[in-house]
Structure formats: structure tokens, C-alpha cells
């Protein structure tokens, strides 16, 4: 938790460590003391976007939401990655790299890092096969009925693919979050094969009802 929200030298030597266990007369209960030795914690000198030619360097900064000055933090910096990701996605950019590194330029920069996002776009990427896995009682064309908007030869959007997949869980056939859903090369240049993979729940049920009355 230390080093994901900006302590980054928290690995270095032992800082954090069980000082002392504190028994009862009886030793049924013990109380535990943990020594944390807070290194600094760091924050944002600048950030920098090599790469980009889809989208302006001012709009990445934006989803970044990340500011001069704020904390250090590899969990909000992942969060924030995702967005940029997920935007690359919608343009069909499936298969961008998007990585990043905490630089600190100087020694002298003391509790400040330099933020480092390098992108690869690669190219836009058209939809393939769509192959459609473990459906034993859903029938393909209700599954596919629900990917309209999503058929192969158009450009891969990861948003259309996951509200076709918020419709089919509306019909109650798959229980949330069992569908599985993924892309890897096919046949076709410039094109991905899309498997999808679902566990079939109870598409059915019985209700017995009895009452009763005075008469």
C-alpha cells in the first residue's frame, strides 16, 4: 500500500516489521506492535506522453487527471492508464502498448518524480471470426443477435463488444460475470478473431404457491 500511493522507498531496508508481541498472563491473546518507519513520500514533478499521434498529448494529460505537485501514486496512475487504454479501444487501437516509468531526473530532485508515459499505437484493427464457446443450451444466434453492432469486417470496439455483453446478461440466461470474452490474431491481416466464452445458468423456473382460509 506504501509504495502503490508514493512511498517508493519503502522497500529499502527494513521499515516496516513486528516490534514487539505482548501476551496475556494466561497467553490465550497476544497483542501485536508493528514499527512502520515512513520513508518520504513522493509527488509529481512533471509528466511526459511520447508517441501519441491519434490523440493530442493535452487530451491524455486530461484523462491522466494528474497534476504537478499530487502524489506519487502507482495506483491512480494504473487507473488513469486504463482510461487512456479504453480510449485507444474505441478508436479500434486494440493492440496498443501503453507503459509507464517514475524517473527522478536529478539527485538533487529530493521527493519529486518525473511521470513517463511512451505509447505504441500499432494500427486500427478490424473484427474476424467471432467463435463462440460452451453454449450448450443458448442457442449462437440469440448470442449474436445481441452483436449487431459488433460483426466481423467492421473496426474493433471494445465498447460495443461490452454493452453487447450487458444485453445478453439482461436475458438472465448467464449468471453476472461469467462471460468471458478475449481477441487473438486470425487468419486475416489487419484483423482480430474474437472468442467468447459463457457459463450457462438456470434459464428457468418453477414456483409452487399454496394458501389457505378460514372456510
Known amino acids: 500500500?506504501?509504495?502503490?500511493?508514493?512511498?517508493?522507498?519503502?522497500?529499502?531496508?527494513?521499515?516496516?516489521?513486528?516490534?514487539?508481541?505482548?501476551?496475556?498472563?494466561?497467553?490465550?491473546?497476544?497483542?501485536?506492535?508493528?514499527?512502520?518507519?515512513?520513508?518520504?513520500?513522493?509527488?509529481?514533478?512533471?509528466?511526459?506522453?511520447?508517441?501519441?499521434?491519434?490523440?493530442?498529448?493535452?487530451?491524455i494529460l486530461e484523462w491522466m487527471a494528474m497534476q504537478p505537485g499530487d502524489p506519487a501514486s502507482e495506483r491512480q496512475t494504473e487507473e488513469h492508464l486504463k482510461i487512456v487504454?479504453?480510449?485507444?479501444?474505441?478508436?479500434?487501437?486494440?493492440?496498443?502498448?501503453?507503459?509507464?516509468?517514475?524517473?527522478?531526473?536529478?539527485?538533487?530532485?529530493?521527493?519529486?518524480?518525473?511521470?513517463?508515459?511512451?505509447?505504441?499505437e500499432?494500427?486500427?484493427?478490424?473484427?474476424?471470426?467471432?467463435?463462440i464457446e460452451a453454449n450448450s443450451r443458448t442457442k449462437d444466434e440469440v448470442i449474436r443477435r445481441e452483436l449487431r453492432d459488433f460483426a466481423p469486417g467492421e473496426y474493433y470496439n471494445e465498447n460495443k463488444l461490452q454493452r453487447a455483453m450487458e444485453r445478453?446478461?439482461?436475458?438472465?440466461y448467464f449468471s453476472y460475470g461469467t462471460i468471458k470474452f478475449w481477441h487473438e490474431p486470425g487468419s486475416v491481416e489487419g484483423a482480430q478473431d474474437v472468442k467468447i466464452q459463457v457459463e450457462e445458468g438456470n434459464t428457468g423456473s418453477i414456483r409452487l404457491l399454496g394458501g389457505y382460509s378460514s372456510a
Open 85 to 120: 487504454r479504453n480510449r485507444y479501444g474505441e478508436q479500434a487501437y486494440i493492440m496498443a502498448k501503453i507503459s509507464h516509468e517514475w524517473v527522478q531526473e536529478n539527485p538533487e530532485d529530493q521527493g519529486t518524480l518525473s511521470l513517463r508515459i511512451k505509447i505504441e
Open 1 to 59: 500500500y506504501y509504495w502503490l500511493e508514493g512511498w517508493q522507498d519503502i522497500y529499502n531496508g527494513e521499515r516496516v516489521f513486528v516490534e514487539g508481541l505482548d501476551f496475556s498472563s494466561d497467553r490465550s491473546e497476544v497483542d501485536i506492535r508493528i514499527r512502520v518507519k515512513e520513508p518520504v513520500r513522493y509527488s509529481v514533478k512533471s509528466i511526459t506522453v511520447t508517441g501519441n499521434t491519434l490523440f493530442p498529448t493535452e487530451k
Open 122 to 131: 500499432g494500427g486500427k484493427m478490424r473484427i474476424g471470426r467471432i467463435d
Open 168 to 172: 445478453l446478461y439482461a436475458y438472465q
